[in-house]
């Protein structure tokens, strides 16, 4: 089993940025393309991008050239840096490990992001 772990969020104002870390508890986390998501107050959890093992990366139209993904495979973390942050951008994120080889999921269990002045 594989404990996934998200930190990073809090409260910013618009413009500014945040850097939402994922923590894998167990090693391998090389072999896993980790995504993220987030879920807004009635709303559906949404994928917000994701980085593959190979470190190529793809987003959601609305966090293009605004939010960025990077791994650290020594340290079994991925990052999401999250710049030009928007009120439309408050929810929990979520992060999501696929391993590719037993195509086993793990979800973390969030962290809140809160845009407002």
């Known amino acids: 089993q594989v404990q996934l772990v998200e930190s990073g969020g809090g409260l910013v104002q618009p413009g500014g940025s945040l850097r939402l870390s994922c923590v894998a508890s167990?090693?391998?986390?090389?072999?896993?393309?980790i995504g993220w998501y987030r879920q807004a107050p009635g709303r559906q959890r949404e994928w917000v991008g994701t980085?593959?093992?190979?470190?190529?990366?793809s987003y959601a139209d609305f966090v293009k050239d605004r939010f960025a993904i990077s791994r650290d495979d020594a340290r079994n973390t991925v990052y999401l840096q999250m710049n030009s942050l928007r009120p439309e951008d408050t929810a929990v994120y979520y992060c999501?490990?696929?391993?590719?080889?037993?195509?086993?999921?793990?979800w973390g269990q969030g962290t809140q992001v809160t845009v407002s002045s």
């Open positions: 980085i593959s093992t190979g470190d190529n990366t």
């Open positions: 167990r090693g391998a986390f090389s072999t896993a393309n």
């Open positions: 999501r490990a696929t391993y590719i080889l037993s195509r086993n999921v793990y």
